[in-house]
C-alpha cells in the first residue's frame, strides 16, 4: 500500500516459518522501497519468546534498511505473555488496528 508493506499473519507461527517470513519481508523492504511495514498479528492468540524476539527482531532490520515497523492487532493474551517473558519489543510501535497503525505509519514519514 503505497510506499508501505502489510503483512498479515493469518497462521500459527513456527520456528521456520518465522524465519523465512523474516527473510522475506526483508527482502521486500529492499526491492520495493518501503519505507514503512505493517505486521497484523491479530490471527495469534498465542506467541513463544521466539516468535517475540522475531517480531522485535525483523523491526530492527527493517529500521536499518530505513522503514518503520508498527504491530497492529495484539491480543491481550500475547501482550501478557509477551510481558511475562521480559520482552519489550524494542523499536516496535504498536496500533490497535490497521487502519490506526497506517495513520501512524503516515505521520512518523511526514
Do not use: W, Y
Not at 508498527?70 to 510501535?93: D, K, R, Y
Request: contains cysteine; hydrophobic residues 50%.
Amino acid at each position: 500500500m503505497g510506499n508501505c508493506l502489510i503483512v498479515a499473519i493469518q497462521v500459527d507461527m513456527h520456528d521456520r516459518l518465522a524465519i523465512a517470513l523474516q527473510d522475506d519481508l526483508t527482502g521486500r523492504i529492499v526491492k520495493d522501497k518501503a519505507k514503512g511495514v505493517l505486521i497484523d498479528i491479530s490471527a495469534l492468540d498465542v506467541v513463544d519468546s521466539f516468535i517475540g524476539r522475531m517480531i522485535s527482531n525483523t523491526a530492527a532490520m527493517a529500521t536499518v534498511l530505513d522503514a518503520e515497523t508498527v504491530v497492529v492487532g495484539m491480543q491481550p493474551s500475547v501482550a501478557i505473555t509477551l510481558v511475562e517473558l521480559g520482552l519489550t519489543l524494542t523499536g516496535v510501535s504498536t496500533a490497535l488496528n490497521v487502519e490506526k497503525g497506517m495513520a501512524l505509519l503516515q505521520q512518523r514519514r511526514r
